[in-house]
C-alpha cells in the first residue's frame, strides 16, 4: 500500500529559510496533486499551499511548493520563516501518475513534520 512521508522540519531561526519534503512508498508512481497543511499549535488544521497537478497555490508568497524528480517527492520551500509559521506540517497526496499518465486519486495522509521557529 502506498505511504507518505514528510521530512525536513526541525527547530529555525526566524528569517531562515527550510524545505520540507513530501516522498510516496510502496509505488513506483510520481506524485501529481498534492497539498499541504499546518496545524498550529492548539489550532485547527490549515491549508497552506498545494500542487494540483500543474501549477501552485499558496497561502502565501513565502510558501513553494515544487517537484524534486530526483527524489521523486514533492517540496515545500519556506522562507523568511516568522514565529507564527510553527506547527506540525502535513503532506496529503490526492494523485499519482503512472508509466502511462493516467492519473490514480488517493487521499494519503503523511505522519507530520514539526517546523518550531524562533526569534
Known amino acids: 500500500q502506498v505511504q507518505v512521508v514528510e521530512s525536513g522540519g526541525g527547530l529555525v531561526q526566524a528569517g531562515g529559510s527550510l524545505k520540507l519534503s513530501c516522498t510516496a512508498s510502496?509505488?513506483?508512481?510520481?506524485?501529481?496533486?498534492v497539498d499541504w497543511y499546518r496545524q498550529p499549535p492548539e489550532k485547527q488544521r490549515e491549508w497552506v499551499a498545494g500542487?494540483?497537478?500543474s501549477g501552485v497555490r499558496s497561502v502565501t508568497g513565502r510558501f513553494t511548493v515544487s517537484r524534486d524528480n530526483a527524489k521523486s517527492a514533492v517540496n515545500l520551500s519556506i522562507d523568511r520563516l516568522k514565529p507564527e509559521d510553527t506547527g506540525i506540517y502535513y503532506c496529503?497526496?490526492?494523485?499519482?501518475?503512472?508509466?502511462?499518465?493516467?492519473?490514480?486519486?488517493?487521499?494519503?495522509w503523511g505522519p507530520g513534520t514539526q517546523v518550531t521557529v524562533f526569534s
Open positions: 496529503n497526496v490526492r494523485g499519482l501518475r503512472n508509466m502511462r499518465g493516467s492519473l490514480l486519486q488517493f487521499d494519503i
Open positions: 510502496g509505488t513506483s508512481f510520481s506524485i501529481d496533486h
Open positions: 500542487m494540483p497537478g
